[in-house]
């Protein structure tokens, strides 16, 4: 009995062209299948549960000046993909740079350092110790090493003042008669550098303890006319009656709304700012200058002169530290490196 | 209530007597269901959980078909179930079991609304039988049929809400003839807020030249419609489509040879707009041929197969158990509150989360109860041969079948090493009293299952898995339609593996390890009085233990004494 085959309805009429039609059929849908044998879905096992290694060497620089806008690169492979934290902290200043990753090759696409620290203080000429540690790899050594730094990273700002060069020519000082408050470059442990500005006195009549009405040499700070993208920064220390209730610092930014060169009270705007104590080591203080113009309730202030934060009009910055009179313990308190930032919060 | 029975008991014989017409048709079923659980625990690792667990239910499910033409059909199923320990109303729930309107337009197109039941190919829209069963005994079959019957998981298909139509193009001296099927579905209705409503449709075309030449194209499309949701910001679509071809080599007096092919692809879409980076398109592709030779009562068929590991189908690959919820019966167990996982046991007796739509994630599985194919043929990332051999001997020895699957991975999980896996599976049944000439039926029925994965590689990534599942039963004919029931299951699993967790887009992103050494087995032995093929009465003891070997993992048993009485008409 004769049966019609496949390939009839195709294009063959024999039986054996049949099968080697078939044949190619099998053969074009199994060549066309794409090779995956270099790829894998998911996670990959060895970084989950394979064995941990250190591949290579650290290397590090025995010193660096970053003074000149350099960084540095650190270079690591481990054998699997996990948690990493290096950490970097002045043997001096006692200041900290952390920088974590979970990359299995460290390098300058995760992990450089521009010379700055996360948070005040910020490094000295000194030594800084690194250290590179893996906290989920149960016995993994930690990796140590140092680099002596030759030279300090340059701040991008406007430096209003570090307290390095003394009282402005300008500047108004104003202290209780119980309080001691100046520049001090002996404690070693400024936020920036050598010297601070520090108020240590007991007062038990008065919130006020110190201020110091920082004021530009020539008419006035040089800020740019925009707010919006202008971060004021400072480095606050409070030391003893402190809380978060106790003590505050309070900044009023005193505006020349009229160019007279002269702030008038009645007629111009002073935006004030109060920060208070969070805790007791060296905060960064960062404001958007635009935020100034409105309280805590998020509504606009209406102050003497037209309410407008203006940067380019600020001719004074008081810096005013107030602490609980109740207290009956001495109320001290230490700022330092006062800076305008652009488009972000100041980076120590 | 009593009203409300009256005015039941009323309907029901007015129906009666209508349904004696050619316009009216009733059919239904009724069941009770009687469980006596009994959790057995240590008491030092569980004194909090109540031992005894005791439910049951009774129910009528009445269905009419109505004809008001010789072109319409209207059917319409209810249910009314009581609880057992209701009374007077308490308990009691009504529920509409089935609406569908089907009928014949211009008497060329075959239309469906309402409740329909949806298959295309196993790699487009197939609902996948559970794992947990190789040719196993009535004593457990009946059990898990009155679930598939609740669950409307009937000949593969999905239990659908939407529309079908159907028609057939005239035969020419091209083709025998062309069928046309098409469908658009609803899976997800819109919550107004983050799930946009979701559409399910598809078409396929069938074209038989002839006897020998049987070609089909199947497409199917998982959707979400825009502008279902305030804020379009999630959005799914996927799509599968195959060409699956039928030929008839040869045919004979006693033997028939035949090629069946069946290739396809699919794309998937995940977008949202507020993680634009986890917008994903997928897609790939698979075929599968296989050869088939049939000569007297013996089958057997040699194919080849290759699903790619991004080839998505939910329709296909949706799971009928969800292994990652905690079965009802016992849903905590220890002291712990630790969730009870769910085995195949629970399945046979509705315990567990069951699927009832199509699901756009592969679900999770459990690696011990079958990790070859857990999404069914469509299973991702498998690709090997295949041989399946069976019997249909009609005397002393029947139903015998066994398969044997060798497949690997395309795409390797967390690792350029590949799994393979082979499952060798075979079952026969076997009637005693044939053999030693007996009248009353004595019939012995075996299935095993053996199931070894491996992957080679670097000492973490190792895998050697190996499972087996024994299922036997024996079914002796006391007297007339009276049965004695005997059933064995026996679960083994002993080796290591990595499950898979994924997230919403369907990529893996996380593997536990996991070390497995377990024991499962169920025990059951009851009486079964037959009415007909599809009736019966009957009263189970079962005793399910889990021993499980790697420490800190509990041990426990439930022992269940359940009476089924099971009517369809």
Avoid at chain 1, 255 to 272: A, M
Wanted: charged share 20%.
């Amino acid at each position: 009995m004769e049966y019609p085959s496949l390939t009839y309805y195709l294009i063959y009429t024999s039986r054996m062209k049949k099968y080697v039609f078939i044949w190619i059929i099998l053969m074009f849908f199994a060549g066309c299948r794409k090779d995956d044998s270099a790829n894998f879905e998911g996670p990959d096992l060895n970084d989950l549960y394979g064995p941990f290694s250190i591949m290579t060497d650290l290397e590090l620089p025995n010193q660096f000046d970053f003074s000149t806008g350099g960084s540095i690169a650190f270079s690591l492979e481990i054998s699997k993909q996990t948690n990493w934290v290096i950490e970097i902290t002045g043997q001096s200043s006692g200041a900290k740079r952390i920088i974590q990753g979970k990359e299995r090759i460290i390098s300058a696409d995760n992990a450089s350092w521009k010379g700055g620290a996360d948070q005040f203080p910020s490094f000295g000429l000194e030594s800084a110790i690194v250290s590179i540690s893996f906290p989920e790899e149960e016995g993994a050594i930690t990796l140590y090493d140092t680099i002596e730094i030759k030279g300090l990273k340059i701040d991008d700002g406007i430096l209003i003042t570090s307290f390095e060069s003394g009282m402005g020519t300008n500047w108004n000082v104003f202290n209780q008669t119980t309080t001691s408050g100046g520049i001090n470059c002996n404690s070693g442990m400024a936020a920036k550098g050598q010297c601070s500005y520090v108020w240590d006195g007991l007062v038990p009549w008065d919130w006020a303890v110190g201020s110091v009405m920082i004021k530009p040499d020539s008419t006035n700070f040089g800020l740019p006319s925009n707010a919006n993208n202008l971060f004021f920064n400072m480095a606050v220390k409070f030391i003893s009656n402190i809380g978060t209730t106790n003590s505050f610092i309070q900044f009023w930014f005193d505006e020349d709304d009229n160019g007279d060169g002269v702030f008038d009270e009645d007629s111009e705007d002073r935006f004030i700012y109060e920060y208070w104590y969070k805790d007791s080591n060296w905060q960064l203080v960062s404001i958007n200058y635009a935020d100034l113009m409105y309280d805590e309730d998020g509504e606009p202030r209406q102050l003497n002169g037209n309410s407008l934060p203006e940067p380019s009009k600020l001719i004074g910055i008081n810096v005013f530290f107030l602490a609980n009179k109740d207290n009956p313990e001495r109320s001290k308190a230490e700022v330092d490196h006062i800076i305008f930032t652009t488009n972000q919060s100041y980076k120590p | 209530m009593n009203k409300l029975l009256i005015i039941i008991s009323g309907i029901l014989c007015y129906w009666n007597v209508l349904g004696q017409s050619q316009k009216f048709q009733v059919n239904g079923a009724a069941r009770t269901y009687i469980f006596a659980n009994e959790l057995n625990i240590d008491q030092e690792i569980d004194s909090i959980t109540p031992r005894n667990a005791n439910y049951g239910h009774s129910l009528l499910d009445l269905g009419f078909s109505i004809f008001p033409n010789k072109q319409t059909e209207v059917i319409g199923a209810f249910r009314i179930r009581n609880e057992l320990g209701g009374f007077w109303g308490g308990g009691v729930s009504f529920n509409v079991r089935q609406l569908t309107l089907k009928g014949v337009a211009g008497n060329k197109i075959r239309y469906e609304l309402g409740d329909i039941d949806l298959s295309a190919s196993p790699y487009t829209l197939f609902n996948n039988h559970e794992e947990g069963a190789v040719n196993e005994n009535s004593i457990f079959s009946t059990r898990r049929d009155v679930v598939h019957y609740d669950l409307f998981y009937l000949n593969n298909s999905w239990r659908m809400q939407g529309a079908k139509a159907s028609f057939s193009l005239l035969s020419n001296r091209i083709v025998q003839s062309i069928n046309v099927e098409s469908f658009l579905t609803r899976q997800n209705p819109s919550n107004m807020l983050d799930q946009a409503e979701r559409l399910f449709g598809g078409f396929t075309v069938n074209v038989i030249k002839d006897k020998h030449l049987n070609l089909s194209i199947h497409s199917v499309n998982l959707f979400d419609l825009s502008q279902t949701i305030t804020i379009d910001h999630s959005r799914y679509n996927n799509s599968a489509n195959s060409l699956a071809l039928n030929y008839l080599i040869n045919k004979k007096d006693n033997s028939t040879s035949s090629l069946k092919m069946e290739s396809g692809f699919s794309t998937s879409r995940y977008f949202q707009t507020q993680s634009p980076d986890t917008k994903t398109n997928i897609g790939d592709w698979f075929y599968d041929f296989s050869y088939k030779y049939k000569l007297l009562k013996h089958n057997i068929t040699l194919g080849y197969k290759d699903v790619g590991s991004d080839y998505r189908a939910p329709g296909a690959q949706t799971k009928r158990m969800n292994f990652a919820r905690s079965p009802a019966l016992y849903q905590q167990i220890s002291n712990a509150f630790i969730p009870r996982a769910a085995s195949p046991f629970d399945f046979i007796y509705g315990n567990t989360q069951n699927s009832y739509k199509i699901d756009p994630l592969l679900m999770y599985f459990n690696p011990v109860y079958g990790n070859l194919s857990p999404y069914g043929m469509a299973t991702p990332n498998r690709r090997g041969i295949y041989i399946d051999y069976t019997n249909n001997g009609k005397k002393i020895v029947r139903e015998s079948f066994c398969k044997l699957n060798m497949l690997g991975e395309s795409r390797g999980n967390g690792t350029n090493a590949k799994r393979n896996f082979i499952q060798l599976s075979s079952g026969t049944d076997f009637y005693i009293n044939e053999w030693i000439k007996m009248a009353k039926i004595l019939k012995l029925n075996i299935g095993w299952q053996y199931e070894v994965t491996t992957r080679d590689g670097a000492d973490f990534e190792q895998i050697n898995l190996s499972s087996s599942l024994l299922d036997a039963g024996l079914s002796y004919q006391i007297a007339g339609d009276m049965f004695l029931l005997l059933g064995l299951k026996s679960w083994s699993a002993k080796g290591n593996e990595f499950i898979q967790s994924r997230d919403d887009f369907n990529r893996i992103v996380d593997f536990e390890s996991i070390q497995i050494n377990a024991q499962e087995s169920s025990v059951a032995s009851g009486l079964q009085y037959n009415f007909n093929t599809r009736n019966s009465l009957s009263l189970v003891y079962e005793l399910y233990a889990l021993e499980n070997k790697i420490e800190g993992n509990i041990n426990y048993g439930i022992s269940q004494f359940n009476l089924l009485f099971n009517l369809y008409f």
